[in-house]
C-alpha cells in the first residue's frame, strides 16, 4: 500500500536524521551540560556546610570542656559531646602547640585531612565525590579557623558514612530537581527553536524541492517576518522568479535558435548557390563584371563564415574533449596552414622547448590555435601603417605551475581599449567589416572545457599577446 504523498513528506520531515530530531538532541546535551554545572558546585557546597557545622558544634564543646576545672571531663560526658557534634575527636592549636580536648577510641583507617583553611577550588569540588566513592570506614580530619574561641585552628575527626548517607540522598533530590527544570527548560527551547527556526525552514525547503520538481508551479508566499528566516524567504522568492524568467527567456531563444537554424541551413545553400555563379561570371569577358568580381566573392566568402560561425556558436554544447597527449610542434605548422599563414606574408615563429607536449583534445585545440593565428594575420594584413613590411605572429610555451602556457602574440597595431574589455563577448570583432566577433568566445568555452583559460595578456601599438594554460 502506498501512503499519500502528504504523508510521505510528513515521515520525511521527521526522520532520524531529521533536522528537528538533531535539535532535539543536541538540546538535551545541553539539558546535561547545565545540570552538571549546577550539581558538581552544589555537592560542594552540602559537603562544606556538613563539615562547617560539625566544626561549629565542636568548637561549642570544647568551650564547655575548657569552662571545667582542669578541663576534666567523664568520659560518659566526652561520649555525649561527641555524639551531639557528629565528632570523633576534637584538638585545638595554639600558638604552636596542639591540644586534644575530646577523645573517641583508635580507628582501624588513617583518617583524610581536609583544610579549610586554605583556598582549594578543584579539592572543594573533588571531595564530594571522594567521600561518596570512600571506603565505609573512611574517616575526615577537618581543620579551620575558630570562631567563638581563641586560636590558631580548631581540628575535629568526623566519620564519613553519615555524611555519605546524606550528601547522596541530596545528591538524589537535587538531581531529580534539576533534571525536571533542565527538561521543562529544554522542551520550552525546543518548542520555541521549532516555532521561530524549524518550522520556516520546513517550508523553505518544501519550496525549493517544488521550484525543482515544477518551476512554472507557484510556492507558498514568503512571510511578513522581519528577521534573517523572513528575508531568506524573500530572497528565495525573488531568486525563483528570477530563475523562472531566465528559464522563460531560453526556451524563447531555444525556439529561435532552432528557427534561425532553419535560415541559416538555406541560407548557405542559396550562398553556394551564389558563389557557383560568381565562380562562373570569372569567365566573362565584360571589364565591369571582373571589376566588381572580387568585390562579389569577398562578400559572399564573409557571408559563408558568418553562416557558418553562427551555427558552430548556436550549437547546445561542445563535445567532452578526449585529452590525449598532443605534441605541440605539428599542431602549431598545421593550425598555421589553415590560419593562413606562410613564409611570404604573416610567416610563424616558434620559440617552443623541444618534444613539448600538450593534454589536449587535437581538434579543439586546432580550433582555437586557428581562431588566434588567424585573428593575429588578419589584424596585420589589416594595418594600413605598415607599408609592406612583413608581419610575424610568435608563439612561446612553457610550463608554469604544472599546467602548459602557450602565449602567441603578432606585431599588429593591437586591439582599440573600447574593444578590448569585452572581446570575448559573442559577436564582438576588432574588425569593423569582416569579423563575425566568435572566434574569441567559441575559443575561450573550448579552453574551459579543458579546465584552462584562455585571456588576453596585452596589446597596444607593438602587438597583442594571448596567453592559452592547459592543466597538464
Known amino acids: 500500500m502506498r501512503l499519500p504523498a502528504e504523508w510521505r513528506e510528513r515521515l520525511r520531515f521527521h526522520a532520524p536524521d531529521a533536522l528537528s530530531w538533531r535539535l532535539l538532541l543536541l538540546t538535551f546535551a545541553f539539558a546535561v551540560v547545565v545540570e552538571i554545572l549546577i550539581i558538581a558546585p552544589s555537592a560542594a557546597n552540602f559537603h562544606e556546610r556538613w563539615l562547617l557545622d560539625r566544626?561549629?558544634?565542636?568548637?561549642?564543646?570544647?568551650?564547655?570542656?575548657?569552662?571545667?576545672?582542669?578541663?576534666?571531663?567523664?568520659d560518659d560526658v566526652a561520649e555525649q559531646l561527641l555524639a551531639i557534634g557528629g565528632v570523633q575527636a576534637v584538638v585545638v592549636g595554639d600558638q604552636g602547640v596542639r591540644r586534644l580536648l575530646l577523645q573517641a577510641p583508635n580507628l582501624p583507617r588513617t583518617p583524610d585531612l581536609i583544610d579549610m583553611r586554605r583556598a582549594r577550588t578543584i579539592a572543594r569540588l573533588a571531595d564530594p565525590w571522594r567521600t561518596l566513592v570512600g571506603h565505609p570506614d573512611r574517616a575526615i580530619r577537618v581543620q579551620a579557623r575558630p570562631r567563638y574561641r581563641s586560636g590558631d585552628f580548631i581540628e575535629v575527626l568526623a566519620p564519613a558514612e553519615p555524611l555519605k548517607l546524606e550528601?547522596?540522598?541530596?545528591?538524589?533530590?537535587?538531581?531529580?530537581?534539576?533534571?525536571?527544570?533542565?527538561l521543562v527548560a529544554g522542551a520550552l527551547l525546543y518548542g520555541g527553536l521549532a516555532l521561530l527556526v524549524l518550522q520556516p525552514l520546513r517550508r523553505v525547503t518544501r519550496s525549493i524541492e517544488r521550484f525543482a520538481a515544477d518551476p512554472e508551479a507557484e510556492g507558498d508566499p514568503p512571510s511578513h517576518r522581519q528577521d534573517e528566516i523572513g528575508r531568506v524567504e524573500r530572497e528565495l522568492a525573488r531568486m525563483q522568479e528570477e530563475v523562472r524568467l531566465s528559464l522563460r527567456s531560453r526556451a524563447r531563444l531555444v525556439a529561435l535558435g532552432e528557427a534561425v537554424a532553419k535560415i541559416n541551413h538555406d541560407l548557405r545553400n542559396m550562398l553556394t548557390s551564389a558563389q557557383i555563379a560568381s565562380e562562373r561570371l570569372a569567365d566573362s569577358p565584360d571589364p565591369q563584371v571582373a571589376k566588381a568580381l572580387p568585390r562579389l566573392e569577398r562578400a559572399l566568402s564573409r557571408a559563408a563564415a558568418l553562416s557558418r560561425n553562427v551555427l558552430e556558436y548556436g550549437r547546445s554544447e561542445e563535445p567532452e574533449p578526449q585529452r590525449v597527449r598532443v605534441a605541440l610542434t605539428p599542431a602549431l605548422q598545421s593550425a598555421a596552414e589553415d590560419a593562413g599563414l606562410s613564409p611570404e606574408g604573416v610567416r610563424l615563429a616558434k620559440a617552443i622547448p623541444a618534444r613539448f607536449t600538450v593534454h589536449a583534445d587535437p581538434e579543439q585545440l586546432h580550433r582555437i590555435l586557428v581562431n588566434l593565428m588567424r585573428n593575429a594575420r588578419e589584424a596585420i594584413e589589416g594595418d594600413a601603417t605598415r607599408?609592406?613590411?612583413?608581419?610575424?605572429?610568435?608563439?612561446?610555451?612553457?610550463?608554469?605551475?604544472?599546467?602548459?602556457?602557450?602565449?602567441?602574440?603578432?606585431?599588429?597595431?593591437?586591439?582599440?581599449?573600447?574593444?578590448?574589455?569585452?572581446l570575448f563577448e559573442p559577436f564582438v570583432s576588432g574588425r569593423a567589416s569582416e569579423g563575425t566577433g566568435l572566434g574569441l568566445t567559441i575559443s575561450r568555452e573550448l579552453a574551459a572545457s579543458h579546465g584552462g583559460a584562455l585571456a588576453l595578456v596585452d596589446t597596444g601599438p607593438r602587438g597583442t599577446t594571448f596567453e592559452l594554460r592547459l592543466p597538464n
Open 55 to 74: 566544626l561549629q558544634s565542636a568548637e561549642l564543646a570544647s568551650v564547655g570542656v575548657e569552662a571545667l576545672p582542669y578541663s576534666a571531663v567523664e
Open 167 to 182: 550528601l547522596r540522598a541530596f545528591l538524589l533530590n537535587s538531581l531529580l530537581t534539576s533534571l525536571l527544570v533542565s
Open 387 to 422: 607599408s609592406g613590411r612583413p608581419g610575424q605572429v610568435k608563439v612561446v610555451a612553457d610550463h608554469e605551475n604544472g599546467d602548459a602556457v602557450i602565449r602567441i602574440s603578432d606585431d599588429g597595431p593591437g586591439i582599440p581599449p573600447r574593444l578590448s574589455e569585452k
